[in-house]
């Protein structure tokens, strides 16, 4: 299917495309009369002050105004989604959750949203949730929105093929697909699709720098695939479900609001092929911070302290001499919610399955498990590549508060995995 579409290529550039000849205006945003009678929109990701380099808008010529909608009501679907975190003092335990076996069944992608685990309020304009989804069938009819941040889609099983204001794009597992926050779209699957939502309530993710790795690895902004411009021209009822304010919203319009013939500007969806990713490590000795598998990264106000980091955990050698070669035994002030597409994760031997979840919130104790330890601790130091793996985290400042959905299916066992470590024996 992806090579039905067409993409431009970079992060964070300014793009133009229009679907209909003529439909994007020259030399000038906001025409007296647009061409064919379109509608003028500008769409504004950041303050109109912020600076330069953080300054994101697109300006949108669309058949009908985003402003022509009647009165929002609450929307009752999607029980499972952003319903709240469980108020009770939090124990400081280790969680882990295999797949949930009861995902949503026979829904689509809005309504088969499960919140897992989210931080600060969507109205501080900083945070991060971390959702699971199932969709079985594909949304018919309505389009989501999402007010409180955008949406970093990291499917684990069947390819999402979303269409939004901007365009339409295919997201397969292997790969991550962004929406902006306040860009309408739509999702339709081929079969039982499910994966992982990060909502990223701060400010966009972006690349991190580089420091003195320099101008080039880790992810490149080139490699960054954001979709032409693509409409429906569609005069039926089309729901529009939308997240405010951390709850759910409905209208319903007369047409669909995927009816941006053309537009230009640098606040755009985009998709991204994790084995793209330039993995970079040590050739000597040691096992490097995680931070050097950062994709993306959305800042705190605090310097070098993320509101929100993205990173993957891809097949790469590993070839440190005297070197304990998997994650080290740490705490972190950070706190660290991992996902896991394929394979098996290096620091755990057993009970980290695909599509499963776990939360090391800051400084809980946690590392390579038992297994994991001994054969890391007595393995033969050759090159070695560790391969068929992709795993992730969504590291945050913010501690993270499980949903009741996810307390209540928590691994009850999850501390025996650091159960049986033998004492070190002095001389
Ligand atoms: O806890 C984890 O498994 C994630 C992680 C990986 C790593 O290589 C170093 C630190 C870290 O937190
Ligand atoms: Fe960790």
Redesign the pocket.
């Known amino acids: 299917m992806s090579d039905e579409r067409s993409y431009m290529s970079g992060l964070g550039g300014h793009f133009e495309s229009e679907a209909v000849g003529g439909a994007l205006p020259k030399g000038r945003n906001s025409p007296q009369k647009p061409a064919f009678g379109l509608y003028t929109e500008q769409v504004s990701g950041s303050a109109f002050t912020a600076p330069r380099h953080e300054n994101r808008r697109s300006w949108l010529y669309r058949m009908r105004p985003t402003a022509d909608h009647r009165t929002f009501v609450r929307y009752e679907g999607a029980k499972l989604f952003a319903p709240g975190t469980v108020d009770d003092p939090l124990p400081p335990n280790r969680l882990r959750w295999d797949p949930p076996a009861d995902l949503p069944e026979g829904t689509d992608f809005v309504d088969g949203l499960v919140t897992m685990l989210a931080n600060r309020d969507p109205a501080d304009l900083e945070g991060v949730a971390v959702h699971l989804y199932r969709a079985t069938k594909s949304m018919d009819g309505r389009v989501f929105v999402d007010a409180d941040g955008e949406m970093l889609v990291i499917p684990q099983q069947g390819t999402l093929h979303i269409f939004t204001e901007l365009g339409a794009m295919d997201v397969a597992p292997g790969w991550a697909g962004l929406i902006p926050r306040g860009i309408k779209f739509r999702v339709e699957v081929d079969g039982d699709s499910r994966g992982y939502v990060a909502e990223n309530h701060g400010l966009p993710f972006r690349l991190p720098d580089l420091g003195p790795i320099g101008a080039n690895g880790l992810a490149s902004a080139r490699d960054f695939e954001t979709p032409l411009a693509w409409f429906e021209d569609r005069d039926e009822e089309t729901e529009v479900v939308q997240k405010s304010l951390g709850s759910l919203w409905t209208t319903t319009l007369d047409h669909s609001p995927l009816d941006v013939v053309a537009w230009h500007g640098n606040y755009a969806p985009w998709r991204y092929d994790l084995s793209r990713f330039n993995a970079i490590g040590t050739v000597s000795f040691d ?4 931070s050097i ?1 950062t994709v993306l990264t959305s800042p705190s106000d605090v310097p070098g302290r993320a509101n929100a980091d993205f ?1 993957i ?1 891809p097949p790469r050698w590993m070839v440190a001499e005297d070197t304990f070669r ?3 035994f ?1 705490r ?1 002030v950070m706190s ?1 919610a ?1 996902g896991l597409i394929h394979g098996e ?1 290096d ?2 031997a057993d009970g980290f399955a695909p599509g499963g979840l776990s939360l ?1 919130n800051l400084m809980s104790g ?2 390579p498990d038992l297994d994991s330890w001994k054969k890391a601790s007595n393995a033969d130091l050759q090159p070695a590549k560790v391969d068929g793996t992709l ?1 992730f ?1 969504v ?1 945050t400042c913010w501690p993270y508060r499980p949903t009741r959905f996810a307390l209540d299916r928590s691994q009850p066992d999850y501390d025996e995995a650091w159960a049986g470590f033998p004492k070190a024996e002095l001389p």
């Not at 096992?287 to 995680?290: A, E, L, R, S, V």
């Open positions: 096992h490097p911070d995680p598998f990173v955990f998997p994650p080290w740490h972190n660290e991992m994760y620091a755990k090391h946690h590392g795993a985290m590291e």
